[in-house]
C-alpha cells in the first residue's frame, strides 16, 4: 500500500458491547471451560450431570407416536417446501388445543407464535420488550438465556431471590421493591430450572396479584410443563390470566425429550385483550415474521405427536424422574460439603450449595467442577453460571446406574479433598 499505511476496515471496531455482555452469562461458556479440563484418554467414561438434554439416555426415548409422526410428515412429501399459513395454522391450532387443556379458558390458533425451540421464543419475547430505559425481573437463581437475551436487547436486569428455604419461592416482597415505572415484565420459571421447584396455586395467585397491582405482565417459562412428581401439581400460569396478562413460553423439548427438534412456541394467555389493545401481540406477531419458522415436518407432525402420544410414555417418564430425583437427593445427603436445601419435584434439576470451608485446596464452586472433571470425569455446572456461587447444579435425567456411578465418584472426589480440620 502507498504510503506503507495500514487500511482502516470499517468493521474493526470493538464487539457490540450488549452481545459480549450476553456472551458471559452462557452455560456453554463454562460447560466450554469444564471440556477442557477433561482428560478424553482417560480409563473412565465421562458421566455429564451438567446440562438438561436426557435424549442420550435410554430410558429417555421420546414417545413411539412421536417419531411416527416425523416419519409420516417426511415421507408424506407435503412438506418440503417453505411454512407458510396453510401449514403452520394446524400446528398452532394443535399447540392451541393442547394448552387450554389446562386452563379455564379456550385459547385460539391466534394465540400461539411457533418457535425455533424454547431458546427463540425467549428471544422474540425479549426483542419485543427491549429498548433502552426499561427494566424486567428476573429470578436468581435463574436460566441464563433468559438474561442474557435481555441484556442484548438493551433492557436492565433486575434479580429477585429464589429462596431455598421455602421451596425456591419467589421472593415477593423484593419484587414490590424492585419494580418501579420502567419494569416491563416479570418472569418466573415453573417447574423450575435450575432449582427443581413446583409453585402452589396460591403462590402463582400472589405473583399475579403483584403483577396486576404493579401493571405488568408475567413471562412464563413453563418447557418444563407437567414434568413433575411431588405433592405439587403442575399449574400454568396462563390460569391466572383474567387478572393479568401472561406470556407463555413452552416447546416440547422436555416434555417429549427432543430437545434437537427444536420446535417451540409463545402463547398469549390474555381473555381480557389486554396484549392485543396495547400491540404487543402485533408486536410478536411481526417479529415472528422476520425470524426462521421451524422445520416445516415438525410443523405437520406436531398435530399428531400432540393427540396421540400414550399416557403411559408421560407417566413412565415422570415415574423415571422421580426416581432420579430421590437418587440424587438421598446420595448428596451423605456428602458432609454438600446440602440441598429442597427435594426437587419437577423438572431435571437440584441446586446444591457448596461449603468449601470444608475442602482443604477448593476455593469457589469453579474450581470445585474444574477440579472434579479432571479427577473424576464427571461434569456438574457451577452455580456462577446461575449467578450463585458456592453453589451446584446438577442434572439426575439419565440412566439411574449411571447417575448412581457419577455421585459415587462426586463422593469419592469431595472426601479425597476434605479438609483435615473438619
Known amino acids: 500500500m502507498a504510503g506503507g499505511g495500514t487500511k482502516a476496515w470499517r468493521f474493526a471496531r470493538p464487539t457490540n458491547p450488549a452481545l459480549a455482555a450476553a456472551g458471559e452469562r452462557s452455560i456453554q461458556r463454562y460447560l466450554l471451560q469444564l471440556h477442557a479440563c477433561l482428560d478424553e484418554r482417560g480409563p473412565r467414561p465421562v458421566i455429564p450431570l451438567s446440562h438438561g438434554d436426557p435424549s442420550s439416555s435410554p430410558s429417555f426415548r ?49 394465540d400461539i407464535f411457533l418457535t425455533c425451540g ?24 435463574g436460566y441464563p438465556k433468559h438474561e442474557a437475551h435481555a441484556i442484548f436487547h438493551r433492557m436492565e436486569v433486575r434479580h429477585y431471590d429464589l429462596v431455598p428455604e421455602r421451596g425456591w419461592e419467589v421472593d415477593l416482597e423484593a419484587v414490590e ?13 415453573n417447574p423450575n ?21 404493579l401493571g405488568i405482565l408475567v413471562i412464563a417459562d413453563e418447557v418444563y410443563g407437567h414434568l413433575v412428581y411431588g405433592s405439587t401439581s403442575f399449574v400454568p400460569m396462563g390460569v ?24 417451540g412456541w409463545i402463547a398469549t394467555c390474555d381473555p381480557k385483550g389486554v396484549l392485543r389493545k396495547t400491540k404487543v401481540t402485533d408486536s410478536l406477531r411481526s417479529f ?3 425470524i426462521s419458522d421451524p422445520a416445516t415436518f415438525l410443523q405437520g407432525a406436531i398435530p399428531h405427536i400432540m393427540k396421540n402420544t400414550n399416557d403411559e410414555f408421560f407417566s ?69 453460571a446461575l449467578g450463585m456461587e458456592h453453589w451446584l ?20 472426589f469431595c472426601l479425597r479433598h476434605q479438609s483435615q480440620a473438619n
Open 62 to 110: 421420546t414417545a413411539p407416536e412421536a417419531e411416527e409422526a416425523v416419519v409420516a410428515a417426511v415421507r408424506s412429501g407435503e412438506y418440503n417446501g417453505y411454512s407458510s399459513p396453510a401449514t403452520a395454522l394446524p400446528a398452532r391450532r394443535a399447540v392451541s388445543e393442547y394448552l387450554s387443556r389446562d386452563l379455564p379458558y379456550k385459547l385460539s390458533h391466534d
Open 118 to 141: 424454547g431458546t427463540q421464543a425467549i428471544e422474540t419475547v425479549m426483542s419485543v420488550f427491549g429498548q433502552p430505559g426499561v427494566n424486567i425481573l428476573l429470578p436468581k437463581p
Open 177 to 189: 421493591a424492585l419494580a418501579d415505572e420502567n419494569t416491563v415484565a416479570i418472569l418466573i420459571t
Open 193 to 213: 430450572n435450575p432449582c427443581g421447584s413446583v409453585y402452589t396455586h396460591e403462590h402463582l395467585a400472589k405473583i399475579a396479584d403483584i403483577a396486576s397491582k
Open 240 to 263: 391466572f390470566g383474567e387478572i393479568v396478562p401472561v406470556i407463555t413460553l413452552g416447546a416440547i423439548s422436555k416434555r417429549w425429550a427432543v430437545p434437537g427438534w427444536r420446535l
Open 288 to 290: 415472528v415474521n422476520l
Open 316 to 384: 413412565n417418564i415422570v415415574r423415571l424422574l422421580k426416581e432420579t430425583a430421590d437418587i440424587c437427593y438421598g446420595e448428596i445427603n451423605e456428602i458432609k460439603c454438600i446440602t440441598c436445601p429442597y427435594k426437587p419435584e419437577g423438572s431435571f434439576f437440584m441446586m446444591v450449595k457448596l461449603d468449601v470451608s470444608q475442602l482443604s485446596d477448593i476455593s469457589d464452586d469453579v474450581d470445585f467442577c474444574s477440579k472434579l472433571v479432571k479427577e473424576e470425569s464427571v461434569i456438574l455446572l457451577p452455580g456462577k
Open 393 to 412: 447444579r446438577i442434572t439426575f435425567a439419565t440412566e439411574p446406574p449411571t447417575l448412581k456411578q457419577g455421585l459415587e465418584r462426586l463422593k469419592s
